[in-house]
């Protein structure tokens, strides 16, 4: 099984960016596909962005599409996740997740490692 640590978070101001990573351990990360999920308070958690094995083939969430990037660093195990012009409604804690699966899933259950996740605050 994958452990990810998330890092990065933090208290921002609206129109902000703020750069997330996630380091890998335990297992060849090169060969899973990697996701970032939010959850608010009071909320679902849901999925923000994914991103294929080798990094070719990434999927957004509608509502960071054009305001977020998700890339990966194989020699690094290591994610990214890139936000800019942050609105208060990004508010979250911010979690890594891995799957074995080939494509990217949006779904919680298709992930089957996750890290503790990192607290990012937006203020108006």
């Known amino acids: 099984q994958v452990q990810l640590v998330e890092s990065g978070g933090g208290l921002v101001q609206a129109g902000d960016s703020l750069r997330l990573s996630c380091a890998a351990s335990g297992v060849t990360f090169a060969t899973y596909a990697m996701g970032w999920f939010r959850q608010a308070p009071g909320k679902e958690r849901e999925f923000v962005a994914g991103?294929?094995?080798?990094?070719?083939?990434?999927k957004y969430e509608d509502s960071v599409k054009g305001r977020s990037t998700i890339s990966r660093d194989n020699a690094k195990n290591t994610v990214y996740l890139q936000m800019n012009s942050l609105k208060p409604e990004d508010t979250a804690v911010y979690y890594c997740?891995?799957?074995?699966?080939?494509?990217?899933?949006?779904?919680?259950?298709?992930?089957?490692?996750w890290g503790q996740g990192t607290q990012v605050t937006v203020s108006s």
């Open positions: 997740a891995a799957t074995n699966i080939l494509r990217i899933g949006t779904q919680s259950h298709d992930y089957n490692s």
């Open positions: 991103i294929t094995w080798r990094g070719g083939v990434t």
